[in-house]
């Protein structure tokens, strides 16, 4: 593989053109209609790739898929309903993909900063459909990962997990729901932080129970200038929406680019499992991907309530653990999360 590369500074230019064989590879990518979700289902299909294409909107996805077919020819995507927010979408979904062997999973979609709402499962709507509802999927679609010699999970969170040190992007224990009092940042801050605390964790898992062919990998796009940053916080003053527009403008990349983190994740050969990957310029805050480093919130995998949740739902707890182990539990203990955790159990 030829990779364009600057010596001055040893830059590596890692594009879609570097993208391995993936023909007859099958991959689900969710949110899969617009923005970097349409750039990654577009980067694989026209490669070769079989793309499941989850949305909650059929329309959209099937004008994405014709959009797509029409400007490069022949493609294979299968667009299926998903709404991340629903356990019992989520499950529809994954029975109807369980009889085909998946080989890359690409937790895509998500909801950024809106206003107070939740899922119809009740859960907060940001931490529910960004990180709740993709634990749910890749639990329900882990049977078919199995079936794939090399499967992969790629999770994509985003720098506003480091909004921490803003104690925006920190796990609020004692209100994990936003019960007692609601930020849309620091809730959208939350949540991505829990997409690297899973990733992280999954890929832990893994290795210890001996499956060396699966990787876990995680990816943030920068500041790419998409639908979902075009629609942020409807309900913040116009001055702070036009601030936000003119730094976008700015520091902003198109979607291609911001993309390509996810590629990179999702086909990269030499990648190691648990790595995060990001964009290469000032802050992270665009150009070609890279390994980079998440905050150590993220990595503080002792505290993370997926220990909790590996219990309570069972399922990959099940599949993960070695024979005779056991699932440590964290110090935050099941009864103190019961009331938001349990229903997972109808995803087991």
Not at 33 to 54: C, D, H, K, Q, Y
Not at 100 to 105: G, N
Not at 181 to 198: E, I, P, V
Not at 217 to 223: D, I, K, N, S, T
């Amino acid at each position: 593989m030829s990779i364009s590369t600057s010596n001055a500074m040893s830059r590596i230019y890692w594009s879609e053109s570097n993208i391995p064989d993936i023909q007859g590879k099958h991959f689900v990518v969710t949110g899969g209609n617009s923005g970097l979700g349409l750039e990654t289902v577009r980067a694989l299909a026209t490669r070769g790739a079989i793309v499941t294409l989850a949305c909650r909107d059929l329309a959209k996805g099937n004008a994405a898929r014709e959009s797509i077919a029409k400007n490069f020819g022949s493609v294979q995507i299968d667009v299926q309903e998903l709404d991340l927010a629903s356990l019992s979408s989520i499950k529809n979904f994954a029975a109807n993909l369980s009889s085909k062997p998946i080989d890359v999973l690409i937790n895509n979609a998500g909801i950024m900063a809106p206003p107070k709402s939740h899922t119809s499962d009740g859960f907060e709507l940001q931490l529910g459909t960004n990180h709740l509802g993709h634990f749910a999927l890749t639990a329900q679609l882990w049977p078919a990962l199995m079936k794939s010699a090399s499967p992969r999970v790629v999770t994509v969170s985003s720098n506003a997990h480091k909004m921490s040190q803003m104690k925006l992007g920190q796990m609020h224990w004692d209100d994990l729901m936003s019960d007692k009092k609601y930020s849309a940042w620091g809730a959208y801050a939350q949540s991505k932080l829990a997409n690297l605390l899973f990733a992280f964790e999954l890929q832990r898992r893994a290795t210890a129970a001996g499956k060396t062919n699966f990787k876990s990998l995680a990816a943030h796009p920068g500041y790419s200038a998409t639908n979902l940053s075009s629609s942020v916080a409807p309900s913040a003053p116009s001055i702070f929406r036009k601030l936000t527009k003119n730094i976008e403008g700015v520091m902003g990349q198109e979607a291609r680019m911001g993309a390509l983190p996810q590629l990179y994740a999702a086909t990269e050969t030499d990648i190691p499992g648990g790595a995060y990957v990001g964009p290469d310029g000032f802050g992270e805050w665009r150009g070609y991907p890279k390994l980079v480093n998440a905050n150590e919130h993220a990595k503080n995998l002792e505290t993370y309530f997926v220990s909790v949740v590996y219990i309570d739902l069972g399922y990959l707890a099940l599949q993960l653990v070695p024979a005779g182990g056991t699932v440590p539990f964290t110090r935050y203990s099941t009864a103190r999360l019961s009331r938001h955790l349990m229903p997972l159990n109808s995803c087991a």
